[in-house]
């Protein structure tokens, strides 16, 4: 049974910085890409970030280019997120979720969340 276990969120001030983990059971993390995706109050699930089986690719919704780093330790099975200069508008639940970004926003395995709030 696929188990996604998130953590690491909390309230930052803008300009902050968190990392978020991922910890993955239940099926052969090495072997999966993984994405992580975020739900801001009233708004539909989005992408964030995407990365392929042993890290040599990645991707990033235009939004957090430049400020988030994806990143996986397949000997830990987790995934990470970290996350700098943040901003209000980054004010989301993050989910880390099995599967490339398509399959997860269409329903694939995807974690209980963390909360992440960016305010003064």
């Known amino acids: 049974q696929v188990q996604l276990v998130e953590s690491g969120g909390g309230h930052v001030q803008p300009g902050g910085s968190l990392r978020l983990s991922c910890v993955a059971s239940?099926?052969?993390?090495?072997?999966?890409?993984m994405t992580w995706l975020r739900q801001a109050p009233g708004k539909e699930l989005e992408w964030v970030s995407f990365?392929?089986?042993?890290?040599?690719?990645?991707s990033y919704n235009e939004s957090v280019k430049g400020r988030f780093t994806i990143s996986r330790d397949n000997a830990k099975n987790t995934l990470y997120l970290q996350m700098n200069m943040l901003k209000p508008e980054d004010t989301a639940m993050y989910y880390c979720?099995?599967?490339?970004?398509?399959?997860?926003?269409?329903?694939?395995?995807r974690g209980q969340g963390t909360q992440v709030t960016v305010s003064s």
């Open positions: 979720g099995k599967g490339p970004s398509w399959a997860v926003l269409g329903g694939g395995p």
């Open positions: 239940g099926f052969s993390f090495p072997y999966s890409v």
């Open positions: 990365i392929d089986y042993d890290g040599s690719f990645t």
